[in-house]
């Protein structure tokens, strides 16, 4: 057995192995997954999850979310109908349009809303914890 190194720990973020899990996944990386997810919670009605879309008699009405918030799709307009046949076909065609890079500016602002939303919390968390008598 090797000697342990301390220079071969690294972030999570920085693994080949484990960058997609938890922190240091780029947005469209978390998005493009979360289309995976949703596809799965179309196919099995019954599987537990929070559900983009709403299938109604004729047609399914869907949006696509990062960080809890929605995407504008088409025409300035954050939900869009499809035909309930073609649900999956156009996921698979917003999930091109992601890895092209179409919403990479939207996700872009998200990503940022994002982050300055956890160092709020994150202060807020500190300045709490430090006002907490010893």
Same mark, same amino acid.
């Given at each position: 057995?090797?000697?342990?190194?301390?220079? *071969?720990?690294?972030?999570?973020?920085?693994?080949? =192995?484990? *960058?997609?899990?938890?922190?240091?996944?780029?947005?469209?990386?978390?998005? +493009?997954?979360?289309?995976?997810?949703?596809?799965? +919670?179309?196919?099995?009605? &019954?599987?537990? /999850?929070?559900?983009?879309?709403?299938?109604?008699?004729? @047609?399914? +009405?869907?949006?696509?979310?990062? *960080?809890?918030?929605?995407?504008?799709?088409?025409?300035? @307009?954050?939900?869009?109908?499809?035909?309930?046949?073609?649900?999956?076909?156009?996921?698979?065609?917003?999930? /091109?349009?992601? =890895? &092209? /890079?179409?919403? %990479?500016?939207?996700?872009? =602002?998200?990503?940022?809303?994002? =982050? @300055?939303?956890?160092?709020?919390?994150?202060?807020?968390?500190?300045? &709490?914890? %430090?006002?907490?008598?010893?």
């Amino acid at each position: 057995m090797a000697a342990f190194n301390p220079a *071969s720990i690294k972030p999570a973020s920085k693994s080949a =192995e484990f *960058s997609k899990q938890g922190n240091g996944r780029a947005a469209k990386d978390v998005l +493009l997954s979360a289309i995976d997810t949703q596809l799965a +919670l179309f196919k099995d009605p &019954k599987k537990e /999850g929070r559900r983009w879309f709403t299938v109604g008699k004729s @047609e399914t +009405l869907l949006t696509l979310r990062y *960080s809890n918030r929605a995407l504008v799709l088409k025409d300035g @307009e954050k939900s869009v109908a499809v035909p309930n046949d073609q649900f999956v076909g156009a996921m698979a065609y917003f999930k /091109g349009e992601v =890895e &092209k /890079g179409t919403y %990479a500016d939207q996700l872009t =602002e998200l990503e940022a809303a994002n =982050e @300055e939303r956890k160092t709020k919390m994150r202060n807020t968390r500190a300045s &709490k914890k %430090a006002e907490k008598p010893a």
